[in-house]
């Protein structure tokens, strides 16, 4: 798909579709689209007023051109009220105008950005436009034996001319995030029997090989070596052997180094606590964070930030075998610290326990793990909002600000001293589940800030809930969904300036 910026008049546009958009507050056409109308002979205010037409966000109107004018159709789709409009909602509408006209089968349209301009932000709406249709058009139909062979073209986005060298940067900027993460959907998409530690290390390869990144895997005698024995209990009840992934990005000129980290459960049966089988399900998105990790440095590959980026991934399979580590069982980490077994399904933070002791000692400016961690996380904040904890307000805050303009919605869970009694185990420094039903998600956090060096900032994202849908949502498909690619990229981004 090729997407351009563009700028003039849209009667003068030569594709097969014009898009535009109408605010609830706009009492009439834009004089653009009068414009057009006039041209069509009033169809486009004629099928306004017999649809009641209001501007209603997402509603849409389709006129014919009848071989008059320069396109086939005018599409006008409804932006809601001006005064709630933001980025992800331009991001939404983008979506929306993609899917309409692959439902139409049209393959060149143009989108009227300069419609949706809300204090001179054209540049911002262009990128998020782009993401939009990016997003939107995304399909794993890897495995059909009949795909729908029908391909978008060529989508114009059209600003003002002041905007547009701004817009076309912004844009470019919008393209390799949204690709990021439609890279990283296609991998948490692929099922356990496609993705197993050894594939997604050589996917760590492939892309240290295209962007000229350092990398080093690690196997399990290697992992034994350097003492994670928290993370190797879970790998050990799995024919998979697992792999220990470390990326570097290393810039020329770096102004500050961090570490994200993803867990990477490629398939999660709950081990010797096996999962029912409705909960079982799906739980090849079990690896999502370290998924992210990989869509990041994509991105980052493209877009070159003068940060210093590691990307760590403990990568494993949980399994059920006579091999398996068992409830009861007491495990070192290679910190030191001694975990208590309380359940063998609350096993990826004990892969993550590993990790970040070895991120605390490459002593980073911060470290950011991601992790598909807690079904508690899903029943405090529901589907579609992951949970913000860590050790540092200040890094909090700039995560969940970023998340304002990429519309990945995270919430702060707030770390309490009664939750830390939660964990104490009977016979070990700390116990893998919290004693109490309630809060599970935060006594998963304040499991994993045992194992972080107390100087370093590290945040704890837990994605458990948006990270796969079985129903889709705005610019999301059903499935994987590739959360957080763009928020934690462009919080990279942000931290060089």
């Known amino acids: 798909m090729d997407i351009r910026i563009t700028s003039g008049r849209l009667k003068n546009a030569r594709t097969k579709a014009v898009i535009s958009f109408m605010f609830k507050e706009q009492k009439k056409l834009s004089p653009d689209i009068q414009e057009i109308d006039e041209i069509l002979g009033g169809s486009v205010s004629k099928l306004k007023k017999d649809l009641k037409f209001d501007g209603s966000f997402g509603k849409i109107i389709t006129v014919p051109a009848l071989g008059k004018g320069k396109t086939d159709f005018v599409v006008l789709i409804g932006a809601g009220n001006k005064k709630d409009f933001d980025l992800d909602k331009a991001r939404r509408l983008g979506a929306a105008a993609v899917r309409r006209m692959r439902e139409m089968k049209i393959d060149k349209f143009l989108i009227d950005g300069e419609a949706l301009s809300v204090k001179d932000e054209q540049s911002e709406i262009a990128q998020a436009l782009t993401e939009g249709i990016i997003l939107g058009d995304y399909r794993f139909d890897k495995y059909l034996s009949k795909k729908d062979s029908f391909q978008i073209k060529e989508v114009q986005i059209r600003v003002s001319r002041k905007y547009k060298a701004q817009s076309e940067k912004r844009s470019e900027i919008g393209k390799i995030l ?255 589940i919290g004693t109490t039903r309630y809060g599970g998600a935060i006594t998963a956090g304040l499991f994993l800030e045992k194992f972080v060096d107390k100087k370093i900032p590290w945040v704890h994202i837990d994605i458990a809930g948006p990270a796969h849908n079985t129903k889709g949502w705005y610019y999301h498909p059903k499935g994987a969904t590739g959360f957080p690619v763009r928020t934690i990229t462009t919080f990279l981004l942000n931290q060089t300036d």
């Open 178 to 432: 949204a690709q990021a993460q439609n890279f990283t959907r296609d991998i948490v998409n692929e099922p356990g029997n496609v993705i197993t530690p050894q594939k997604l290390a050589e996917i760590a390869e492939d892309l240290a090989k295209e962007y000229g990144f350092e990398v080093k895997i690690y196997d399990e005698d290697e992992i034994e070596k350097m003492g994670m024995n928290a993370y190797l209990a879970v790998a050990k009840g799995s024919a998979n052997p697992p792999r220990f992934i470390h990326l570097t990005y290393r810039p020329k000129k770096s102004k500050k180094e961090l570490v994200l980290i993803g867990k990477g459960l490629t398939f999660d049966s709950g081990g010797l606590n096996i999962k029912p089988g409705d909960y079982m399900r799906w739980m090849k998105s079990d690896k999502a964070g370290a998924c992210a990790v990989l869509g990041v440095f994509k991105a980052i590959g493209e877009l070159k930030p003068e940060i210093t980026v590691h990307g760590i991934i403990a990568a494993a399979e949980n399994m059920p075998d006579g091999k398996s580590y068992r409830p009861d069982d007491i495990i070192k980490a290679k910190n030191g610290i001694s975990i208590e077994i309380g359940n063998t399904d609350a096993e990826g933070r004990l892969t993550l326990a590993d990790a970040l002791c070895y991120a605390s000692e490459l002593k980073p400016d911060a470290i950011i793990d991601m992790a598909t961690l807690t079904g508690a996380c899903i029943v405090a904040l529901g589907e579609y909002t992951a949970g913000v904890m860590g050790n540092n307000q200040k890094l909090i805050d700039q995560i969940i600000d970023t998340t304002r303009k990429t519309g990945e919605w995270m919430w702060q869970l707030p770390f309490n001293d009664m939750l830390r009694e939660h964990i104490k185990a009977p016979s070990a420094d700390v116990y893998n």
